[in-house]
């Protein structure tokens, strides 16, 4: 299974940016998909979620901004009014009953 995500760039704060992760398997296969992001000397941190039956969450964090959705191929992470704290490097994760798979990340820069 391979997961590529795309993107990433830089913004200015209260821009937006749309990633996309697409699959080498039908979206649907996955229990879940998800992005998740990371800062250097943080731990990375759960950014949504949704299940294979289309039940989404969020960290509070993003709410209200941020929105994922899917296809039959890929996952987007729709990210509205961008704030600095939102740079990160952004990563999609597909779940299996027996385990997950990673993508590659993509950057995201938020800043004037």
């Known amino acids: 299974v391979q997961l590529q995500a795309s993107g990433g760039g830089l913004v200015q704060p209260g821009g937006s940016l749309r990633l996309s992760c697409a699959a080498s398997e039908n979206i649907f296969s996955f229990i879940y998909m998800g992005w998740y992001r990371q800062v250097p000397g943080k731990q990375r941190e759960l950014v949504s979620t949704?299940?294979?039956?289309?039940s989404t969450n969020y960290a509070d964090s993003v709410k209200g901004r941020f929105t994922i959705s899917r296809d039959n191929a890929r996952v987007y992470l729709q990210m509205n009014s961008l704030k600095p704290e939102d740079t990160a490097v952004y990563y999609c994760r597909g779940g299996r009953s027996y385990g997950s798979y990673w993508g590659q990340g993509t950057q995201v820069t938020v800043s004037s």
């Open positions: 949704i299940t294979s039956g289309g």
